[in-house]
């Protein structure tokens, strides 16, 4: 068959509408008819070549929902007409507790996409695409990161650097576990009202702050350092801040940020010696079968918001757009409708 889709063909460069031929679903796989697709951070490092495995031509996308058109042999989870989110870390359930590691593989920058039936989520019907592909990647790592990875509990400080589409979710999923100070850090100051929407109650520009002068003020904040830090920028400087502000003792400092290819981590073994973590998480630590169901579910019940954080809804032809908002700091999130 044919789809429409937006084809990487080389770093840095716009992507291009084309038509593909595409390969209907052998066994064990699924094909998905895209219907949103939300547009991350994550694209945009592979987009613009940070990415030492990024490959190409490339269909990207990884933030979908979708309709189940069509299954291989063998599959038995999800039917024609089940409503689905593509999962870039699928669930097996035929291995305990290994991690299965697939890179991206959703492909959701294409109006239909064939998927393994593990890298499929069966969602509830009356669940909005344009909402819940955001789902598929950006929600489920923020709030995942807080309740499955920190698991941070009632009355804990939290802080979180970097309040784009990742670190908004970080901040209501610190509200929704009943974090007491829940600190936001950027050097945009538009991003403080943002953050102030979904439950963040300091803020922090650091614009020409030094890290000394950061952790001061943090520690000060919290009244000694941080329960709990989390890195929603890539940036490896942050990283060593938000480790460095977590309290001594006990204090997690959560790495969600993807860096740059070649970039490396650094601090003093001091900061580790003293009792402070450092952990990292992917698609905060969810296992997509069972819990990104639960996650629309939160959503659809009202417990975490998501419509208020897609800034920009446009059609597949302007997807470049959708990366030049992201770039200059003007979006949330960006959805392609098909
Ligand atoms: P985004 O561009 O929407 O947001 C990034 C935010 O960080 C912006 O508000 C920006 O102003 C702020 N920022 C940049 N430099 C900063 C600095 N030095 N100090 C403080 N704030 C700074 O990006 P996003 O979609 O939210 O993604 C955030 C990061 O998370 C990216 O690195 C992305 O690749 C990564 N990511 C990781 C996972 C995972 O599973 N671990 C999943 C999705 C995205
Ligand atoms: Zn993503």
């Excluded at 409503?83 to 699928?90: A, C, D, E």
């Excluded at 009632?154 to 610190?174: C, K, P, S, T």
């Excluded at 952990?279 to 417990?303: C, E, Q, S």
Aim: charged letters at 20%.
């Amino acid at each position: 068959m044919k789809t429409r889709a937006a084809v990487a063909f080389e770093a840095k460069k716009p992507l291009e509408i084309v038509e593909l031929d595409l390969e209907g679903p052998k066994a064990g796989e699924v094909l998905v008819e895209i219907m949103a697709t939300g547009i991350c951070h994550t694209d945009a490092y592979t987009l613009d070549g940070f990415d030492s495995e990024g490959i190409f031509p490339s269909v990207l996308g990884h933030e979908g929902a979708g309709v189940v058109r069509e299954v291989g042999a063998g599959v038995t989870s999800v039917k024609p007409g089940d409503h689905v989110i593509p999962l870039y870390t699928p669930e097996c359930r035929q291995c305990k507790g290994q991690p299965i590691f697939h890179y991206m593989g959703c492909s959701t920058f294409s109006n239909f996409t064939v998927l393994p039936e593990i890298a499929v989520a069966k969602i509830r019907e009356d669940a909005p695409f344009q909402s819940s592909c955001y789902i598929g990647c950006g929600v489920t790592t923020g709030v995942g990161a807080v309740i499955n990875t920190a698991k941070v509990q009632v009355g804990d400080n939290v802080v979180v650097f970097g309040l784009g589409g990742i670190g908004l979710n970080v901040i209501q999923g610190a509200r929704l576990a009943g974090a007491d100070k829940i600190i936001g850090v950027d050097i945009n100051p538009a991003r403080e009202e943002w953050g102030r929407k979904f439950g963040m109650t300091d803020f922090l520009n650091t614009k020409g702050m030094s890290r000394e002068d950061t952790v001061a003020a943090i520690v000060q904040l919290t009244d000694g350092g941080a329960d709990y830090t989390f890195d929603a920028t890539g940036n490896t400087e942050v990283m060593r801040t938000a480790l460095e502000a977590c309290h001594r003792g006990w204090g997690t400092s959560i790495i969600i940020g993807v860096a740059e290819a070649g970039k490396e981590i650094a601090t003093r073994p001091f900061q580790l010696v003293t009792g402070r973590n450092w952990r990292g998480t992917a698609f905060g630590g969810a296992k997509g079968r069972t819990d990104v169901p639960k996650i629309v579910d939160m959503y659809m019940t009202g417990k975490i918001e998501i419509d208020p954080m897609i800034t920009h809804v446009m059609g597949l032809e302007d997807i470049n757009k959708g990366f030049d908002l992201m770039h200059a700091g003007e979006s949330i999130r960006s959805v392609v409708v098909f």
